[in-house]
């Protein structure tokens, strides 16, 4: 049982994360931890907080990976550059994704979609490296 009674806007950084998955309820809260886990571990200068409702992760306090966990079938990461486009946006995906896995909303702005614990284990070293790939170029934007 959460025993801690404050707001997920009352903390930040890791904990406010922490508290917002101790209290989440969603069907593929198991497999959103796991991801969590994933993306934080493939870069040590990953902070996160919670944006848009759900864990974002963030590179020089600059949002790039965020959660969105609406859907019935699954949930997805979204990687972006923040929460305006970029110049990036009409030019086409902003590197050659040689895992397959990003689906390109814009040049600067990409989904992966997740839908079962197997579906994570097995997309979990190409998210590595998708997640490495996305923050060395999106340093290079702003």
């Known amino acids: 049982m959460d025993n801690d009674k404050r707001k997920p806007n009352e903390i930040f950084g890791h904990e406010q994360v922490r508290l917002y998955l101790d209290r989440l ?3 593929f809260k198991s497999e959103i931890i ?3 886990r994933i993306v934080l571990h493939a870069d040590e200068h990953l902070t996160e907080h919670i944006k848009w409702n759900a864990p974002s992760f963030c590179y020089d ?4 990976i965020t959660f969105n966990l609406h859907g019935k079938n699954g949930f997805r990461l979204i990687f972006h550059c923040g929460s305006k486009s970029t110049e990036q946006a009409d030019k086409g995906p ?16 990409a989904v ?4 079962s614990k197997e579906d994570v284990t097995l997309k979990e070293e190409k998210l ?5 790939k996305w923050i060395e170029e999106t340093k290079k934007i702003n």
Do not use: A, S, Y
């Not at 306090?61 to 790039?64: A, F, I, L, S, T």
């Not at 992966?112 to 839908?115: L, P, R, S």
């Not at 590595?128 to 490495?132: G, L, N, Q, Y």
């Open 61 to 64: 306090n600059k949002d790039r």
């Open 25 to 27: 309820e969603h069907p």
């Open 94 to 109: 902003l590197f050659e994704d040689h895992t397959k896995m990003l689906e390109w909303i814009t040049g600067d702005r």
């Open 112 to 115: 992966v979609k997740f839908t």
């Open 128 to 132: 590595k490296e998708v997640v490495i």
């Open 34 to 36: 796991e991801v969590r």
